[in-house]
């Protein structure tokens, strides 16, 4: 896995820092897939990110939680390059690909062809057949994107995403739009294609359970920077009736502000997630 070429996304002072193989990337451990030091990006006179430090290992999986409006989407934005008016360094993979909640699929152009939009030189529809057979869309790889349902559309998404090679995965909420069968299969299929990739995933999400399932390691953004973290060492697959899962539910709950969690887990709901809840329902009431 190539990730020991890392590229820093331009900061408002217009500097670009290249790093090649084995050479010391400035301030990032070695080898690690990403590295964020003093980040802050702001709108106006508001920072929404504020002196952000981040480390995410090679082959790591993180879970990024936190309120609405704390600025986890813009930081998934900057480190997939798409949000460059910033401070600080930010060195990441230059192979990174990123996966939105909205499938964002061009409807006047057929699957396969959706799979290779952006790729540069001319891409033949093999690679994009291959990526598809890799999420179970192979058949559909002529069909055009509104014959899609919600689970296969987040799923063309990702092939999308996958046939780039990435070493640095971000998922930006892909689940969120999705009725509760479809994501439990969504987040089962992702986390098979991560045990077989080996890349390293930035996975942005409001839903607990769906982090502790998923992550190594869960994160907890505040006021712009990253406030908590917890380490998820549970074997996998893993079960949410484990006591060890429902104390850090519980935990991670209380963390974010929602009053009457407990050490198993019960208690309140995080405002977000009834949101999303809400979502799947009108989703699988659509359908």
């Given amino acids: 896995m ?33 590295q964020v030091a003093g980040l802050v990006r702001a709108f106006g006179d508001r920072a929404v990110i504020d002196d952000l430090q981040l480390t995410v290992q090679p082959g790591e999986f993180v879970a990024l939680l936190g309120r609405s409006g704390c600025g986890k989407s813009t930081l998934l934005r ?33 699957v396969w062809r959706n799979v290779l939009l952006g790729l540069p030189g001319r891409p033949e529809r093999e690679a994009a057949v291959t990526a598809l057979d890799e999420v179970g869309l192979g058949h559909r790889a002529d069909a055009w994107p509104k014959t899609l349902s919600g689970g296969e559309a987040q799923r063309a998404s990702l092939a999308r995403a996958l046939v780039r090679e990435p070493d640095l995965l971000l998922l930006d909420e892909p ?30 999400t409001h839903d607990v359970e769906e982090a502790l399932l998923l992550a190594d390691r869960a994160l907890v953004m505040e006021g712009g920077r990253i406030a908590y973290e917890t380490t998820v060492d549970l074997p996998r697959p893993r079960d949410i009736a484990d006591p060890r899962f429902g104390a850090l539910r519980a935990r991670l709950l209380d963390r974010l502000g929602v009053e009457g969690s407990t050490d198993d887990g019960a208690g309140g709901t995080d405002p977000a997630e009834a949101e999303a809840e809400a979502t799947e329902d009108r989703s699988a009431a659509a359908a």
């Fill in 2 to 34: 190539a990730t020991d070429v890392h590229r820093s996304v331009t900061d408002v002072h217009g500097s670009v820092t290249d790093t090649a193989a084995g050479k010391d990337p400035g301030s990032a451990p070695s080898g690690a897939a990403v």
């Fill in 78 to 110: 900057v480190l997939a390059g798409l949000d460059r008016e910033i401070e600080g360094e930010v060195l990441v993979p230059r192979r990174k690909a990123v996966a939105f909640q909205a499938p964002r699929l061009m409807p006047w152009k057929r």
């Fill in 175 to 204: 689940f969120g739009a999705l009725d509760a069968l479809t994501r439990i299969k969504a987040q089962r299929l992702v986390a098979e294609l991560w045990r077989e990739r080996g890349c390293a995933v930035l996975l942005v």
